[in-house]
């Protein structure tokens, strides 16, 4: 069991920043692939960004691309999503997923999810 804890979330303005976290207990964390989702009201959950389990590449969906980074600390059995320049669209709950198979944005592939952190950006 790998368990996940997100924070960092918070009510930011148009063209802020927020940095996310989520750090892992239990299993080794080099061992997985790590994936930031997100869910706005009334719309289904969607792939943000995800990395390697060396962290040495990265895949975004387009709407963050230029924009948000993620990035990972294995020391630490953390990862990060660094945002910037954020966008009222840009407000949902992020959660953090690990997963032992692949990296990308197939959900199915997460085993382990957090609860996550909300985000909220005002206009």
């Known amino acids: 069991q790998v368990q996940l804890v997100e924070s960092g979330g918070g009510l930011v303005q148009t063209g802020g920043s927020l940095r996310l976290s989520c750090t892992a207990s239990?299993?080794?964390?080099?061992?997985?692939?790590m994936g930031w989702f997100r869910r706005a009201p009334g719309k289904w959950r969607e792939f943000v960004a995800s990395i390697t389990w060396s962290g040495g590449s990265t895949y975004y969906t387009d709407s963050v691309k230029g924009r948000f980074t993620i990035s990972r600390d294995n020391a630490k059995s953390t990862v990060y999503l660094q945002m910037s320049s954020l966008k009222p669209e840009d407000t949902a709950v992020y959660h953090c997923?690990?997963?032992?198979?692949?990296?990308?944005?197939?959900?199915?592939?997460?085993?382990?999810w957090g609860q996550g952190t909300q985000v909220t950006v005002s206009s």
């Open positions: 997923a690990a997963s032992p198979f692949r990296v990308g944005a197939d959900q199915r592939a997460y085993d382990y």
């Open positions: 239990g299993r080794t964390f080099s061992n997985y692939a």
